[in-house]
């Protein structure tokens, strides 16, 4: 017995001499890897998921100049999810409502500031920014980078959002709240018939965000890219409300006023497609989504979710397709109408073809039928954003691996699906066209996607 507690002994001392982590110790030494966590992906709210594969570019597809020597070319895509309808106005109206909370909030915080108040239990005071409410709850952590980088940390001034935020005139707490709210307001001398309203134009967007492309602050010495990422980061202010003057602007000799009063506001068309929306608001309405979805998912002590984005051209034709290669438009076949000779899209059909289910504007975001992908209105209805730019006008521009091209400096970008005053031809998969991405129109929207590939 002591020859063996010997032996244990000098196995330790051995042990520790030579320093070895307990973790060494348990694994004897031997490539264990790092266990993997459990984690299952989660299918975002409203989606469908797009099952990765590859497919043919037809001859009509990219608006190729010359296609004597263009031979079809398969392209492969990574699995994806993608929003079943186009993004509705109830849908973009939370994002609206957001932004503009989120400055009430911040205006009422720094007034909160400016004021000195102690009494935080009522009247504007309640909206104090949290950091500051009660020193004592902030962790080692937020006390040292709030010293170190004071307003450049974002954790310096927290928006309180438990308060309750009132726009109804007759429910102001105090002066003070009503002085700042009256600040999101345009002039009394600008109301029509007397009713206050918002000041549209206050409602910007504010984020940070990185790109594959860099800025043209990029240094021009080789590889510099690698080993500074600041030309790959960018700050972006963007005004969210939709331009509801798309309507009278894009037909100067209609009369669409109604629609430029009602569209995007009234409850009758909260589950209609949004519109007046450009390119950079769309793309910030992803960065908002994504950012939405992992501020809970983070406070759950889960795992972040993949980034919502603007689908690719390519994606975006790959999942108009249903899963169903023949067929140049999404439901799979050639025609227009169905066997009860209804037509199968809300588009503009030639004279002639008008029937009983012809819609003159927009349709609800869910109608007709679902392609093979349970997606609705891939054809007609609105003409939707693609992360795509519009320069392809060569075979050899493809690649065969989730083809993308972006380029900042261009501000053309791809729109897909035909809409509403568009003629059947918009409507096939393979057709194309691109508006600026500054530009807003009464007949495009757009639907957004989400990364699936840890689960292929």
Not at 27 to 36: H, I, M, Q, S, Y
Not at 146 to 172: C, S
Not at 303 to 324: C, D, H, N, S
Not at 409 to 435: M, T
Request: hydrophobic fraction near 35%.
């Amino acid at each position: 017995m002591r020859i063996s507690i010997a032996i244990v002994l000098l196995v330790m001392v051995t042990l520790l001499s030579f320093d070895f982590p307990l973790m060494q110790i348990r694994n004897r030494g031997e490539l264990v890897g790092v266990r993997a966590e459990k984690f299952k992906i989660e299918k975002p709210f409203g989606m469908s998921f797009i099952n990765g594969g590859a497919f043919s570019l037809s001859t009509a597809d990219h608006g190729f100049d010359d296609l004597s020597h263009f031979s079809p070319r398969t392209v492969s895509v990574a699995s994806f999810f993608m929003d079943e309808t186009e993004i509705t106005n109830g849908e973009y109206m939370q994002f609206v409502r957001w932004v503009r909370d989120s400055i009430a909030r911040d205006l009422l915080g720094k007034r909160v500031q400016q004021l000195g108040t102690t009494d935080q239990s009522e009247g504007i005071g309640q909206f104090a920014f949290k950091n500051l409410v009660d020193d004592e709850s902030l962790s080692e952590y937020q006390r040292y980078m709030i010293e170190r980088y004071g307003e450049d940390f974002t954790g310096t001034n927290l928006i309180n959002w438990d308060a309750p935020l009132t726009w109804d005139f007759n429910e102001y707490y105090d002066m003070d709240y009503a002085e700042v709210m009256d600040s999101l307001y345009i002039h009394p001398s600008r109301w029509i018939n007397g009713v206050p309203k918002l000041d549209i134009k206050k409602f910007k967007y504010r984020y940070v965000a990185s790109s594959n492309e860099a800025q043209d602050s990029q240094s021009s010495e080789p590889n510099s890219s690698l080993l500074n990422q600041q030309p790959f980061i960018s700050e972006e202010i963007i005004e969210v409300y939709p331009d509801t003057t798309v309507w009278i602007k894009d037909f100067y000799y209609s009369y669409n006023v109604p629609m430029h009063n009602n569209y995007f506001w009234h409850p009758a068309y909260r589950d209609y497609p949004v519109v007046g929306v450009n390119w950079n608001q769309a793309n910030a309405f992803c960065i908002w989504r994504t950012d939405y979805k992992n501020i809970y998912k983070l406070s759950n002590n889960e795992f972040e979710a993949q980034r919502f984005r603007l689908p690719t051209e390519i994606e975006w034709e790959y999942a108009a397709k249903g899963g169903v290669e023949p067929g140049i438009y999404p439901w799979g076949t050639n025609d227009l109408v169905d066997e009860r000779n209804r037509f199968l899209a809300n588009f503009k059909p030639e004279r002639g073809d008008y029937t009983a289910d012809y819609a003159l504007y927009t349709v609800e975001a869910k109608s007709y039928k679902p392609n093979g992908y349970n997606l609705y209105n891939m054809a007609g209805n609105v003409s939707e954003w693609t992360n795509t730019s519009y320069i392809w006008n060569n075979a050899d521009y493809i690649p065969t691996l989730n083809p993308n091209i972006k380029k900042k400096l261009d501000n053309r970008k791809v729109i897909k699906g035909g809409s509403w005053k568009d003629v059947a031809y918009f409507l096939q998969i393979s057709s194309r066209d691109y508006e600026y991405a500054d530009s807003a129109k009464s007949y495009i929207g757009f639907r957004t996607v989400q990364d699936a590939t840890l689960i292929q």
